[in-house]
Nanobody
Framework: QVQLVESGGGLVQAGGSLRLSCAAS????????MGWYRQAPGKQRESVAF???????NYADSVKGRFTISRDNAKNTVYLQMNSLKPEDTAVYYC?????????WGQGTQVTVSS
């Protein structure tokens, strides 16, 4: 059974920074993709960034240049460094793991950016 546990959300002023972490536990094969999605009130869940176990990254246009995704394969942990935060970044952020064609999700962590 795979579990994802997120941490690092909170309240921050516009222009500030936060770092999200997501630790995966259970049987996790070495070839996988980990990433972050977010869902704002009244909106659909959207992809923010993802990183493969071999280091390929992808970012949503709205966060390019401000967010950085990274991972520690030895710890099965993915990080999202969020800088220059904007009020429109306010959402629940979900960690995602894709391995062998299956999706796993964390419980979500709230990020609120005040103006």
């Amino acid at each position: 059974q795979v579990q994802l546990v997120e941490s690092g959300g909170g309240l921050v002023q516009a222009g500030g920074s936060l770092r999200l972490s997501c630790a995966a536990s259970g049987t996790i094969f070495s070839i996988n993709v980990m990433g972050w999605y977010r869902q704002a009130p009244g909106k659909q869940r959207e992809s923010v960034a993802f990183i493969s176990s071999w280091g390929v990254t992808n970012y949503a246009d709205s966060v390019k240049g401000r967010f950085t995704i990274s991972r520690d394969n030895a710890k099965n942990t993915v990080y999202l460094q969020m800088n220059s935060l904007k009020p429109e970044d306010t959402a629940v952020y979900y960690c995602n793991l894709v391995v062998r064609g299956r999706d796993y999700w964390g419980q979500g962590t709230q990020v609120t950016v005040s103006s």
